[in-house]
């Protein structure tokens, strides 16, 4: 009997939303799958905790459903700053706000049960020869899967890791106990960074806050921000305050050989829009439909595809984060004229073609920014 060329088809090294996708997008295509992160579940990082309607859309097609009850639904965003506010709903139906360590625990199950063979608290140690090196032996796969974040050792050791610059920010996280006080995602934005509010529960919601400066903390902002003290009340935290870096990292490829890369290993956007879950989710099925083609190359250039809008949106905001004047001007003609703030988030949650906005568009919002 011939010798298995292959102990597994895919290895995912880590264990967090992105690895548990694209694990389960492999499995659901077919292929044997190996997952191993030096962690134990539930995994949590700081992060918003609220999933774009388009990235339910991604869950849904990798046979995820979250129930309503492990979250709480909202149904669009409100921007508040400068004296102005505007709010839009979305077009596909609620994002759900969702503990992050929530999500986790049922992306876990879910991955089981399709058959998914999960390493929890095995660290993977490199990567030669086409072969994981686990636990002092190597592990043959078809296909390795850099799914280990921002800090991705898979990516260095792949040779992907890019040169080129990167914004780098620095986010918190609290949650409180306390009744939602609106049906959207919250963004007040203040002089010195973004505070975020997503309803995470009948009683509980998620504040979280990103900033340029490295010691600007989430009470800093808060005291910045009047309207958002008055809705908080006397709400104490419920849970500590935690921090994690936010980064715009763009790399020239996302595979080498049998090495390819997902989630934030893959290059990531500033979490200023909300789309890193989203984006990720997109990335698990589009690379499964790569190992089935056997076709890395179509992966890389899905990848791009599923990048682009939000590193536009991302480009626009952050340049509204860095310039006051530009910030005013945006919040007060999107204010003036709230059709064109639905547009713009239809735009970002993949309703319409950013061509649909057209020059009509571009111009009425040009005009209000001269106006402001």
């Given at each position: 009997?011939?010798?298995?060329?292959?102990?597994?088809?895919?290895?995912?090294?880590?264990?967090?939303?992105?690895?548990?996708?694209?694990?389960?997008?492999?499995?659901?295509?077919?292929?044997?799958?190996?997952?191993?992160?030096?962690?134990?579940?539930?995994?949590?990082?700081?992060?918003?905790?609220?999933?774009?309607?388009?990235?339910?859309?991604?869950?849904?097609?990798?046979?995820?459903?979250?129930?309503?009850?492990?979250?709480?639904?909202?149904?669009?965003?409100?921007?508040?700053?400068?004296?102005?506010?505007?709010?839009?709903?979305?077009?596909?139906?609620p994002g759900l706000g969702v503990r992050?360590?929530?999500?986790?625990?049922?992306?876990?199950?879910?991955?089981?049960?399709?058959?998914?063979?999960?390493?929890?608290?095995?660290?993977?140690?490199?990567?030669?020869n086409g072969a994981v090196q686990l636990?002092?032996?190597?592990?043959?796969?078809?296909?390795?899967?850099?799914?280990?974040?921002?800090?991705?050792?898979?990516?260095?050791?792949?040779?992907?890791?890019?040169?080129?610059?990167?914004?780098?920010?620095?986010?918190?996280?609290?949650?409180?106990?306390?009744?939602?006080?609106?049906?959207?995602?919250?963004?007040?934005?203040?002089?010195?960074?973004?505070?975020?509010?997503?309803?995470?529960?009948?009683?509980?919601?998620?504040?979280?806050?990103?900033?340029?400066?490295?010691?600007?903390?989430?009470?800093?902002?808060?005291?910045?921000?009047?309207?958002?003290?008055?809705?908080?009340?006397?709400?104490?935290?419920?849970?500590?305050?935690?921090?994690?870096?936010?980064?715009?990292?763009?790399?020239?490829?996302?595979?080498?050989?049998?090495?390819?890369?997902?989630?934030?290993?893959?290059?990531?956007?500033?979490?200023?829009?909300?789309?890193?879950?989203?984006?990720?989710?997109?990335?698990?099925?589009?690379?499964?439909?790569?190992?089935?083609?056997?076709?890395?190359?179509?992966?890389?250039?899905?990848?791009?595809?599923?990048?682009?809008?939000?590193?536009?949106?991302?480009?626009?905001?952050?340049?509204?984060?860095?310039?006051?004047?530009?910030?005013?001007?945006?919040?007060?003609?999107?204010?003036?004229?709230?059709?064109?703030?639905?547009?713009?988030?239809?735009?970002?949650?993949?309703?319409?073609?950013?061509?649909?906005?057209?020059?009509?568009?571009?111009?009425?919002?040009?005009?209000?920014?001269?106006?402001?």
């Amino acid at each position: 009997m011939a010798q298995r060329r292959w102990d597994t088809d895919v290895f995912v090294v880590g264990g967090g939303p992105a690895g548990l996708a694209a694990a389960i997008a492999a499995r659901q295509a077919g292929f044997s799958v190996t997952l191993a992160d030096a962690a134990r579940p539930p995994i949590d990082k700081t992060c918003g905790e609220g999933i774009m309607p388009d990235g339910l859309l991604a869950l849904e097609k990798l046979g995820v459903s979250l129930p309503l009850q492990q979250g709480f639904p909202f149904h669009g965003i409100r921007f508040v700053g400068s004296g102005r506010n505007v709010a839009s709903n979305f077009i596909q139906g609620p994002g759900l706000g969702v503990r992050r360590t929530t999500l986790h625990g049922i992306l876990v199950e879910h991955a089981q049960e399709v058959g998914v063979d999960l390493r929890w608290g095995t660290r993977v140690s490199g990567i030669a020869n086409g072969a994981v090196q686990l636990e002092g032996k190597d592990v043959r796969a078809r296909w390795i899967i850099g799914a280990d974040g921002e800090n991705s050792r898979v990516r260095r050791w792949a040779g992907l890791d890019s040169v080129d610059p990167k914004i780098r920010r620095y986010g918190f996280r609290r949650h409180y106990k306390i009744a939602p006080w609106s049906p959207y995602v919250e963004v007040y934005w203040t002089e010195r960074g973004q505070i975020y509010v997503t309803p995470i529960g009948a009683q509980e919601v998620c504040v979280a806050m990103i900033s340029r400066y490295t010691k600007v903390r989430l009470d800093d902002l808060l005291a910045e921000c009047a309207e958002f003290r008055d809705h908080l009340g006397g709400a104490a935290p419920a849970t500590r305050e935690l921090g994690a870096v936010s980064s715009t990292r763009l790399l020239p490829a996302v595979y080498s050989g049998n090495c390819v890369l997902m989630g934030e290993a893959s290059g990531s956007v500033d979490a200023i829009t909300g789309d890193g879950l989203s984006m990720a989710f997109q990335q698990a099925s589009a690379l499964a439909q790569a190992f089935q083609n056997d076709d890395l190359d179509s992966y890389q250039r899905a990848h791009r595809r599923i990048r682009k809008l939000p590193r536009m949106m991302s480009s626009l905001m952050l340049l509204m984060d860095a310039h006051p004047w530009l910030r005013r001007r945006s919040l007060h003609a999107m204010s003036s004229d709230p059709k064109l703030f639905d547009q713009m988030l239809a735009i970002h949650t993949g309703a319409i073609n950013p061509l649909a906005f057209g020059v009509q568009g571009t111009l009425s919002f040009g005009w209000g920014l001269l106006t402001a």
